[in-house]
């Protein structure tokens, strides 16, 4: 299915360094860069009824503050390496008001890889914040699965929408 995910993106006070997190961690295990994000949902591709809803959903959503919860490993290819969230009640309530919410727990990818490729120790890497403030969401067009570098190296933001303060 083509859609349009939104993608939650820390402020720029926290986006710079996380980025350079994921730049560093790619370099070393030979994986693509993205933006970090916590994927919130996302609407079919051309449902401009259901984008502008979304749009005005967000518009009117203030900055969102989360609490990390620790780096963590998991097995598959766009949950290897990530920051884990404590629950949220706004978080959770946006994320339900999309057409087609993220299935997963919310949580910022750090490193995208087939899990046997990383590297066994991530002990020597550090939580770079206890919390961290969401400012905007980025709309990133999309098709298929997401299984390899390859389906990464292409997304780009087509929009993006600062959320109200």
Known sequence: ???DVFWLVPAAGYRKPLLRLIMDLAAAHDAPVFAPHVTLG?????DQTAFDAMRAVLERTAPVTLESTGIETGSSFTRSLFLGFAPCDALSELMAAFPFPSEREPHLSLLYCP????EAEVG???NPFP???FDQVW???MTGVVRTGEDVTGWQASERIRLSS
């Open 124 to 126: 020597d890497l550090t």
């Open 139 to 141: 709309v990133v067009p």
């Open 115 to 118: 899990p046997e490729q990383r």
């Open 1 to 3: 299915m083509d859609r």
């Open 42 to 46: 996302s609407v079919r591709s051309g």
């Open 131 to 133: 919390t961290i403030e």
